[in-house]
């Protein structure tokens, strides 16, 4: 089967950093994603891992390890408008390439 | 440039009503999916072209859903006749490629109300 788990809510302080874990077991893997979704708004792209290690990309990054289904994305100096849902999610094998999602987690940055 | 745009945003019908969503993926993408998240679930795949031609449709829940994308441009996915579980948000996405390192990007999503 394919089961993608992510925590359901985190609650973090702006200015601090917060790690949001993922594990997946899927089938099949071709990479995986991270969006970042706020109410009403289309998810938006964050990272993408294929090879296992870390990914910056400024105050984000995002880490994979493949033998252990696992992946995090790392959030930085954080700021209130980092509140929104964090969607993981692995891209299947196959011809479509379609996306397995977790159920997101819903991270609230407090003052 | 534009992104992935959806139309109606919000449509709120009674059941047995059929509703047509419609994406205009970003120009130049042959590849464009649909998904559907309904309440308390995560985002699910229901189908994916490659311009004109469906791919996989694995993913659709039943005959009474019906996705065409005429001319490989924009796609249209039509509930006909619409049943109360079909409530959720209808998300497009495109690509334009399949291949590992090729971004989806998808629309703001049709929220569905059926009454």
């Known amino acids: 089967g394919q089961n993608i788990d992510q925590p359901t809510e985190m609650t973090a302080t702006e200015g601090a950093i917060v790690q949001i874990n993922c594990t997946y077991q899927?089938?099949?893997?071709?990479?995986l994603f991270w969006y970042q979704q706020h109410a009403g708004e289309a998810p938006t792209f964050l990272s993408y891992?294929?090879?296992?290690g870390l990914e910056e990309k400024g105050r984000f990054s995002s880490f994979l390890s493949r033998s252990k289904g696992y992946s995090y994305l790392l959030l930085k100096e954080l700021q209130m408008k980092d509140s929104a849902s964090y969607l993981c999610a692995v891209r299947d094998l196959g011809a479509t390439n379609k996306l397995i999602f977790g159920t997101g987690t819903l991270l609230a940055v407090q003052p | 440039e534009a992104g992935v745009t959806q139309f109606p945003s919000h449509s709120v019908i009674e059941k047995g009503q059929t509703v047509t969503l419609r994406c205009d993926p970003i120009?130049?993408?042959?590849?464009l999916y649909w998904y559907r998240r309904v309440m308390g679930k995560e985002i699910k795949f229901l189908l994916h072209?490659?311009?004109?031609?469906?791919?996989?449709e694995s993913g659709m829940p039943n005959n009474r859903f019906l996705a065409e994308r005429t001319g490989g441009t924009y796609s249209t996915l039509k509930v006909q006749p619409a049943e109360l579980e079909d409530s959720g948000v209808y998300f497009c996405?495109?690509?334009?490629?399949?291949?590992?390192?090729?971004?989806?990007?998808f629309g703001e999503g049709s929220w569905l109300t059926v009454v």
């Open positions: 072209f490659v311009k004109e031609s469906k791919q996989d």
């Open positions: 996405a495109s690509s334009p490629g399949r291949g590992a390192g090729n971004t989806i990007y």
């Open positions: 120009s130049g993408h042959d590849n």
């Open positions: 891992n294929v090879l296992d």
């Open positions: 899927t089938s099949g893997f071709n990479g």
